[in-house]
């Protein structure tokens, strides 16, 4: 019986004070994001993720770790791809996803247990007009080709 004890004083020390809880956390996130969550078809409309600040998130001056920011951005990246349906073609594809550059602006502290939301960044100007010029330009080349916007039948 005491080697229960200690199975169970490892397990709660792995996922209180290592990263343990990344590894069940994101699994989870999908799976909510996928059932719960309604459907966003626009894969640029703006979504908040939230979530709450854990004993595994803090450093040594009890404050949020930087680097856990980015991880959280990580996490709202998953739940925007589950919910465009990004994420779903991408494993039908076998493909995977690259982040190829963050920037991360630290705005304040977070403390244990406190709740936060991340949130998108303003798009800049010229990327809605860079987004909506590829548009145009996409119609115009399939109008000038003849081709219709339905994809055709194999």
Known sequence: ?????????????????????????????????????????????????????????????????????????????????????????LRELGANTVLAASCARYRRSLHLFEPFEVEPPEQPEDLQHWIAYNAASSQLLRAESGLSCTPKDQ
């Open 1 to 89: 019986m005491p080697w229960l004890w200690v199975a169970l004083l490892a397990a709660l020390a792995f996922f209180a004070f290592l990263d343990g809880w990344y590894l069940v956390r994101v699994p989870l996130v999908v799976l909510r994001a996928r059932l719960l969550q309604p459907r966003v078809r626009d894969l640029l409309a703006e979504q908040r993720t939230v979530g709450r600040v854990l004993p595994s998130d803090l450093d040594l001056l009890l404050h949020m770790n930087n680097a856990r920011y980015l991880r959280e951005a990580d996490v709202a990246r998953v739940v925007h791809l589950t919910r465009c349906g990004v994420l779903g073609a």
